[in-house]
């Protein structure tokens, strides 16, 4: 079997398994992928697992989103002699916005929002909202938004709402 007819096979069986939509990539053997009941891939999504990626149950995760475990040491010369591998664990009921990054050794917790864009460098702890570059709490989702039994429990019982544009202007 050729390389290209392996990697075939290998994102048919995630496709199949997690939903994955056309585009996602799975950098790795799939055997440090670890994800949960029920979650949602938007797209395009990169998961570069050369450590381990623990995903929960019920997580959102939108296009362009980037989960990667691996860096360098910036104070070797060259910087690539060196690769460091860290393990990204995501909790269940987050959701992650379009193109957000998420870097290695971060744990997310549970309920957490992670804002589009955003660049997670650092943990980010239970039901916290964070956004930016570098990602930082901008507030803490209430907990009893989460905290009761969920109305649904599979994606096919959701709905979609059609709304207006926004009523609000930029910050100055």
Same mark, same amino acid.
């Given at each position: 079997?050729?390389?290209?007819?392996?990697?075939?096979?290998?994102?048919?069986?995630?496709?199949?398994?997690?939903?994955?939509?056309?585009?996602?990539?799975?950098?790795?053997?799939?055997?440090?992928?670890?994800?949960?009941?029920?979650?949602?891939?938007?797209?395009?999504?990169?998961?570069?697992?050369?450590?381990?990626?623990?995903?929960?149950? *019920?997580?959102?995760?939108?296009?362009?989103?980037?989960?990667?475990?691996?860096?360098?040491?910036?104070?070797?010369?060259?910087?690539?002699?060196?690769?460091?591998?860290?393990?990204?664990?995501?909790?269940?009921?987050?959701?992650?916005?379009?193109?957000?990054?998420?870097?290695?050794?971060?744990?997310?917790?549970?309920?957490?929002?992670?804002?589009?864009?955003?660049?997670?460098?650092? *943990?980010?702890?239970?039901?916290?909202?964070?956004?930016?570059?570098?990602?930082?709490?901008?507030?803490?989702?209430?907990?009893?938004?989460?905290?009761?039994?969920?109305?649904?429990?599979?994606?096919?019982?959701?709905?979609?709402?059609?709304?207006?544009?926004?009523?609000?202007?930029?910050?100055?």
């Amino acid at each position: 079997m050729t390389l290209s007819e392996m990697i075939r096979k290998l994102c048919s069986y995630f496709i199949r398994k997690y939903r994955f939509p056309t585009g996602t990539i799975v950098y790795g053997d799939g055997k440090n992928l670890q994800i949960g009941k029920n979650v949602s891939f938007g797209g395009r999504v990169v998961l570069f697992g050369t450590a381990p990626i623990e995903i929960g149950d *019920n997580t959102m995760i939108a296009l362009n989103t980037v989960i990667h475990t691996s860096t360098h040491d910036y104070t070797d010369h060259p910087m690539w002699c060196k690769r460091i591998d860290r393990p990204v664990k995501i909790g269940s009921h987050v959701w992650i916005g379009a193109c957000a990054i998420i870097l290695p050794g971060v744990i997310v917790e549970d309920y957490s929002v992670i804002g589009s864009g955003s660049v997670v460098t650092a *943990n980010v702890p239970l039901g916290a909202i964070v956004a930016g570059n570098p990602a930082k709490i901008i507030r803490y989702r209430e907990p009893a938004s989460y905290a009761k039994e969920p109305k649904i429990t599979e994606w096919s019982q959701s709905c979609i709402v059609s709304e207006g544009f926004l009523e609000k202007y930029s910050k100055i």
